[in-house]
């Protein structure tokens, strides 16, 4: 069987994780809360060359797709993994399709990130709840006790600060016009008439921005978060590109099977 290592509420954790469930893959999740997964990434990585650092992440980030001697790192490659052994073949189908999900991966998901991050991290008990919602006892502790190592570490290395946070308000915009641009024809797909992995990377990388409710793990209640941030979802939600990510989920992301009995 698959593991899929990965931070259970990241969108791009979400990503890999829709691919496989859409193929119908068993896999077994190994969920992290964030600079925890570092560790267990690396051991997993001994002596292999696999992942690779770009805009949006590390070599040692997640999601890690693993079966025996097989490490598929970065959810677009996991996706394409998935597709070419498990699904029809036909995601990556027309050509631009790779082409938008790389654009989605690189300008929009690390700005729904950091807007995520700017809220959770000015309010712990959201990331503490998602922790003893998502990780098992032992980590949920020691995420409490590292805290605020780790609030410092994730503030530094996504830019989550005042300025930041308004960028990235502003790239969500802008991505999220451009897609309902693309869509305004009339269009079902971004791509044409068929569900294809730039529908699957845009819903993906857009949905911490509307919270749709079939995402592969639970998020927190609406009502819960800040004021502006139960704006932003509300928002976004009214947007052609929100309603579009709304859709996407509806129709299109099957639930995981149940994992086996041991």
Known sequence: MYELVTISFSHYCEKARWALDLAGVRYRETPFMPALHLPYVAWKLRGSDVGTRDSASSRYSTPLLSRGALRVSDSREIARYVDTHHGTGSLFAPKEAEALDREYAEHLGPHTRRVVYYFGL?????????????????????????????????????????????????????????????????????????????????????????????????????????????????????????????????????????????
């Not at 569900?195 to 921005?209: E, Y």
């Open 122 to 262: 000015a309010r712990p008990s959201l990331l503490f709840g998602l922790a003893d919602a998502q990780v098992d006892r032992p980590q949920a502790v020691l995420f409490r006790a590292f805290f605020p190592v780790g609030r410092a570490f994730l503030r530094r290395a996504l830019q989550i600060d005042e300025r930041g946070y308004r960028t990235s308000l502003d790239r969500i915009r802008q991505a999220a016009d451009k897609a309902a641009a693309r869509l305004a024809d009339g269009r079902p797909y971004l791509c044409g008439e068929d569900f294809s992995v730039a529908d699957l990377g845009f819903a993906s990388m857009m949905a911490p921005a509307v919270f749709p409710p079939e995402y592969g793990v639970s998020l927190p209640l609406l009502e819960g978060l800040e004021p502006d941030a139960q704006e932003i979802v509300r928002t976004y939600r009214e947007h052609p590109a929100g309603e579009f990510t709304l859709r996407m989920y509806r129709e299109h992301r099957r639930p995981a099977e149940p994992p086996p009995l041991p």
